[in-house]
């Protein structure tokens, strides 16, 4: 695996990728690498000549009162981890943009409810560096976890709209034993924290049992998912349609997507899940 440290370095690497007819597979991430980012390199790596994973804690994406500067890292076991999924490059920058970089993509149709609502900013963030990311990597695809589901959603509108070479390829969502969907985030939580943190996809839980019981009233199964939640704050809980993300009021024949965030203590957690008709 080789370690590349600047954005020069990487596109000279990717050109050369691409000169040679490889198809390039690429995974971006923010470090402090578990079994869910791993889980997208196992997808990536069959499909890919050259598999590139980057580790980039991207300042734009945080807001201010935000986690950017006690962002967990671990640069060592990330290489390691990203050794032994079979990358073939990690892309570990200092720096991601150039002297006087002043473009900023927005995708504002999906990117101002959910997540969106209280994080402004946040996928303007995503997005730009997403589309420096799939620049530099000249990478052909990107796989990139249905945990942010949102997420997914903005970049697939995004180069589909730009016309970009890089597919957006979706990934499960992998949750640790007790439920919990795996975050870098985790890390923060207190024991006590952890063992509430669980009622966040046990919410969700609930709602997706109810619904293949035959509820189909969007009111009555988020009444009964806010029933479930222990949190010392709820951010949101909502179901969507799963393509627009728009609210619904009732689940119907096109997939939706039941979604939360919750704050526990100091660290506020995301999980969805899909329910009713798939
Ligand atoms: P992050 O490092 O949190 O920015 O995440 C980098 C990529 O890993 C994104 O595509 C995430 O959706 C994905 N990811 C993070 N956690 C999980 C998980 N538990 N399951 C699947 N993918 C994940």
Known sequence: MRLVRTYQEMEALADEALRSGKRIGFVPTMGYLHAGHASLMDLARPDCDLLVVSVYVNPLQFGPSEDLTRYPRDPEGDARLCEAHGADVLFMPADLYPDGFATHVSVPEL??????????GHFDGVATVCARLFGLTRADFAVMGEKDFQQVAVLRRMTEDLGLRTRIVPAPLIR???????????????????????????????????????????????????????????????????ASLRAIDVLGDRPARALGAAIYGRTRLIDNIAIGAS
């Open 111 to 120: 990117s101002s409810t959910l997540c969106g609502a209280s994080r402004p």
């Open 176 to 242: 640790d034993t007790d439920g919990v969907a795996l975050s870098s985030r985790n890390t923060y939580l207190s024991e006590d924290e952890r063992r509430r943190a669980a009622t966040l996809h046990r919410a969700l839980f609930a709602m997706r049992d109810a619904a293949e019981r035959g509820t189909t009233d969007v009111a009555s199964l988020l009444e009964l998912g806010r029933a479930a939640l222990d949190c010392d704050r709820l951010d949101y809980l909502e179901i969507v349609d799963a």
